[in-house]
């Protein structure tokens, strides 16, 4: 018997109701990149019986149980890049998107941003088209995060508001699909198809390859479900679309997935093994981006040296016109434990070296191109391209990192520190790999390499076993850094992690939310004592566009990538004496800091520059 039929099969006689296990089943065998890595969890309520016929005696002319044994047999060793072949049991045509719209919704951290530019990025080649607005949609897709509790929570409420809108859907148009991508599909697996019947695809962070057969499978009234973690996908070739057409800033994915295994985190359950992305493939992207920007700045010489009476246009509301990317931000679970072994001649056994006083729970790793070289390359390929990274781990800032954001002007000289706690006790119950005087003293030394860096970090609120004097701790090393931002959260517990399986979570809730309102009002204090030291100062900042409170006013970012915000006004050019303009979006500009809050600079605006002439004037 055909494996598919067998597995309908027993769907049947199982009354529907545990056919997801059955289905897993198939998924666990046939690995990543098989043609059967899906759920088929007809539901009842959606049959669609010409359609299903008609997939039902494809299905019998299949592919056979052999292809699913070899596909067992050989996991992990298709390259990503590789072309497919279509399964046997979905017609060419039905891969495509046939014009569907599409509409995407990210929630959660940056990385989600760029996946959802990454799976659109796929099914874009497919054939779809994207919308922006949900009633026309045929296709949503709702990228998701389960970081907290709350934020499930929060795509569980909006699967409710969907679910009337599929409803109400006139039968004249082809039906709603929705789907849900990344982590929370990752951790909630066929719970989420059973709890939520409305939902047609499934597709873990490894999965974005498989969406148009996913979505070809849902055309026909099944579900499909692809989870699969792999060990080496990156989606190094696929080049994500950019989501915004005003963006100043974009996203360029290094590595993926975590190793450290912190006792609170579901991440690396969610997004599996650290894999990093070949420095080439990550070097290509950026040279393109960078191509962009000069695309953009030639059209724009263009146009004020053809028009040079009428060089400052008035502006159109809201949209400030012409845009310019000068800033790329280097993206990664771990993105400064980076480390390409893509090929063999990387591979010497060069030592790591941590942070003084950092370890890792797991077992050093050895060779590879690590993130300093990777960062050097970046930096180099267009001076006028602003480089971050995020999100670090402490432990992987060895001095070569630190040297090398101290003497290139266009690597920003802002570090994200997460500390999470104060309390070299909790710290060790969360598996951190270093205790609270290591990481203060990583802070000093940081300081004394980088010097005006600006620091932020995260800090969790009542995590298992936190007494009120751990909590004191954490209020004194806010005071002791004196950060310029922070994100701060009250602990979650998350299924899986060891804190679920070895620790009590013991702090009410009520103490979690009074310690973490504690924390907030002092890291709101020390930013803004850390920040008002910048009153009188002349920054660059890069300018995103009209600030959202006011007409008259820009809002740009400094280089520790706070909000500066200025009124919009007429102002020399450095490199052009004697012409007046005003600021655009992507322009690099002087402001003259005159007030500072905890979460934002105001200035007046000097002078349009570059980021190479900007470092004479700070
Ligand atoms: N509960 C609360 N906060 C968490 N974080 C990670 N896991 C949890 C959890 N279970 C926070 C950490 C991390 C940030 C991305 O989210 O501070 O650095
Ligand atoms: Fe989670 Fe970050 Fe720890 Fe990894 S390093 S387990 S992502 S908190």
């Known amino acids: 018997m055909h494996p598919l039929q ?62 699913f044994l070899k596909s067992a047999s050989a996991p992990q060793e298709k390259l990503s890049s590789e072309v497919e072949d279509p399964p046997p049991y979905l017609m060419m045509d039905e891969l495509l998107g046939r014009q569907r719209k599409v509409y995407l919704e990210t929630y959660g951290c940056q990385m989600n941003v760029n996946d959802t530019e990454i799976a659109w990025s796929i099914l874009q080649k497919s054939g779809y088209l994207r919308t922006s607005n949900l009633q026309e949609a045929d296709v949503i897709l709702l990228v998701t995060c389960s970081i907290r509790e709350k934020a499930e929570q929060t795509i569980w409420n909006r699967l409710h508001q969907l679910k009337a809108l599929k409803t109400r859907r006139p039968r004249s148009r082809v039906p709603l699909r929705i789907g849900i991508l990344g ?15 409305m939902v047609d695809i499934l597709a873990g962070p490894d999965a974005y390859r498989d969406l148009p057969r996913l979505l070809a499978v849902a055309e026909s009234g099944q579900q499909a479900a692809n ?41 690396p359950f969610t997004r599996g093994r650290e894999r990093s992305r070949p ?33 400052l246009p008035p502006r159109p509301p809201k949209v400030l016109g012409l845009q310019g990317l000068k800033e790329v931000t280097l993206l990664g679970q771990n993105v400064n434990s980076f480390r390409d072994n893509s090929e063999v001649q990387f591979n010497s056994a060069v030592p790591t070296n941590l942070s003084r006083g950092f370890t890792t729970n797991y077992k050093t790793k050895q060779g590879g191109l690590r993130f300093a070289h990777l960062l050097d390359q970046v930096s180099r390929v267009d001076p006028e391209m602003r480089i971050r990274f995020t999100s ?96 701060l959260f009250a602990y979650s517990m998350r299924q899986k992690t060891r804190a679920y399986h070895r620790l009590k979570d013991d702090v009410p809730e009520e103490v979690k939310l009074r310690r973490l309102e504690e924390l907030i009002t002092i890291f709101r204090e020390e930013a803004t004592k850390a920040n008002q030291t910048s009153v009188g100062c002349t920054q660059l900042v890069l300018v995103e566009g009209l ?7 820009l809002c740009g970012r400094n280089d520790g990538n706070l909000k500066v915000i200025f009124p919009d006004a007429e102002m020399e050019d450095v490199n052009n004496p004697g012409l007046r303009v005003r600021a655009q979006p992507g322009d690099y500009v002087l402001v003259k800091i005159t007030s500072a809050s905890s979460q934002t600079l105001r200035g007046h605006v000097l002078c349009r520059t570059t980021l190479r002439d900007s470092s004479a004037y700070c």
């Open 6 to 67: 067998c597995v309908l099969q027993v769907q049947r006689s199982l009354g529907w109701g545990p056919l997801a296990s059955v289905s897993w089943l198939s998924l666990r065998m046939c690995r990543a990149h098989s043609s059967l890595s899906s759920t088929m969890c007809p539901s009842p309520e959606r049959q669609e019986d010409g359609a299903r016929k008609d997939f039902s005696s494809r299905l019998a002319a299949g592919p056979t149980f052999q292809h």
């Open 183 to 197: 982590c929370m599909a990752e951790r909630l697996k066929e719970e989420i198809l059973n709890r939520e019947k």
């Open 227 to 267: 989870v699969l973690l792999s060990l080496d996908e990156t989606y190094a070739d696929v080049m994500p679309v950019q989501t915004s057409a005003s963006a100043t800033s974009a996203f360029v994915s290094i590595m993926r997935g975590c190793d450290n295994m912190c006792s609170y985190c579901i991440v």
């Open 279 to 311: 420095i080439a493939s990550i070097l290509e992207e950026v040279k393109k981006l960078s191509e962009q920007r000069r695309g953009f700045s030639m059209l724009f010489r263009l146009v004020s040296i053809s028009r040079p009476q009428v060089f």
């Open 392 to 487: 670090p781990h402490p432990k992987d800032f060895p001095d070569e990192v630190l040297q090398l954001i101290h003497e290139r002007d266009n690597i920003c000289k802002q570090i994200h520190l997460p500390a999470q706690s104060g309390s070299s006790r909790v710290l060790e119950a969360m598996r951190r790999g270093y205790s609270r005087e290591a990481y203060v003293e990583l802070v000093h030394h940081i300081r004394e390499s980088i010097p005006g860096v600006s620091l932020s970090s995260d800090f969790i609120a009542g995590f298992c076993g936190e007494t009120e004097e751990d909590h004191v701790q954490t209020v004194s090393l806010l005071r002791e850094v004196q950060y310029n931002m922070g994100f």
């Open 547 to 553: 600030s959202k409170r006011s007409a008259t006013d």
